[in-house]
C-alpha cells in the first residue's frame, strides 16, 4: 500500500506541475483545473498514508473516518471548482489556445491511471479500507477527467469546439458529488475483524461481504 501511495503523490505532483503551467501558457482554465485535481488527489493520497502510518490497528481504524471526510471533501472542492469553470467557458469567458503539453499529459494520465487505480482498490479490499477504496476512487475520477480533457483540447485543436469540454465535466461534477457523498458516508469496503466475519450459513454478495457490507462499489 506504501508504494501504491508514493506512486500516486509522485505522479501527480509532476502532473499538476506540468498541466498548471501549460494551462497557464494556453490560458486553459480546464487544463488549470485538471492540474488542481492533481492536487486534490495528493492531498488524497497523503491522507491515507497519514492513516497507514500508524502501526496499530486500532489508530488506524480510528484515523479512517478522517480520512475518508478528507477523501469527501476533495471530492466537493473538486466538483464546485470543475462546476465554475464550466460554466464559465460555456459564457464565454476567455478563450484557450492549443495545447501541445496539455494533451500529451491528459493522454499519458488516461493511459495509467486505469491501473493505478484498480491497484489501489484492490489494496484497499485486501486490507479493508474503506479510505483506501475512496482513494482509488478519486484516481478513477481523474481517469474520466483526463479522457473529458483530452477530448476538449483536441477537438478545441482542431475543430474549435469550445462546448464540449464544459458540457462533459458537468458530468464529471455529478460524479464526483455521488462519490463525495459516499465517503462521507463511509461506504466502500468493510474492514475484515473478527467479529464482523460473515457464518457459513449467513448470505454475502459477490465479493463475499455480509449483510450490510457495501465494498462491491
Known amino acids: 500500500m ?46 491515507v498514508a497519514w492513516q497507514f502510518s500508524a502501526r496499530e490497528h486500532a489508530v488506524r481504524e480510528t484515523r479512517e473516518k478522517t480520512t475518508l471526510r478528507i477523501i469527501a471533501i476533495s471530492f466537493f472542492v ?10 464559465r467557458a460555456l459564457v464565454g469567458t476567455g478563450e484557450a489556445e492549443r495545447s501541445v503539453p ?8 488516461l493511459a495509467i ?31 474520466y477527467l ?30 464526483a458529488v455521488k462519490e463525495g457523498r459516499d465517503a462521507w458516508q463511509g461506504k466502500g469496503c468493510c474492514a475484515p475483524t473478527a467479529a464482523a466475519v460473515p457464518s457459513a450459513d449467513a448470505e454475502t454478495d459477490a465479493c463475499g461481504c455480509g449483510p450490510g457490507c457495501d465494498c462491491c462499489i
Open 2 to 47: 506504501r508504494l501504491l501511495v508514493v506512486a500516486t503523490i509522485t505522479y501527480n505532483v509532476i502532473e499538476a506541475i506540468v498541466a498548471i503551467t501549460a494551462g497557464t501558457i494556453a490560458s486553459s482554465t480546464a487544463l488549470v483545473g485538471f492540474g488542481l485535481d492533481s492536487v486534490i488527489e495528493v492531498s488524497s493520497a497523503a491522507a
Open 78 to 87: 473538486l466538483a464546485a471548482y470543475v462546476t465554475v469553470d464550466a460554466v
Open 102 to 109: 496539455g494533451i500529451a499529459i491528459a493522454a499519458l494520465s
Open 113 to 143: 491511471m486505469p491501473f493505478l487505480s484498480a491497484a489501489q482498490r484492490r489494496a484497499g479490499h485486501e486490507l479493508g479500507s474503506a479510505s483506501a477504496v475512496a482513494d482509488s476512487k478519486q484516481t478513477l475520477l481523474c481517469t
Open 146 to 175: 483526463s479522457a473529458v480533457l483530452l477530448v476538449g483540447l483536441v477537438l478545441n485543436a482542431t475543430l474549435g469546439w469550445s462546448w464540449a469540454d464544459p458540457i462533459a465535466a458537468l458530468v464529471i461534477a455529478a460524479i
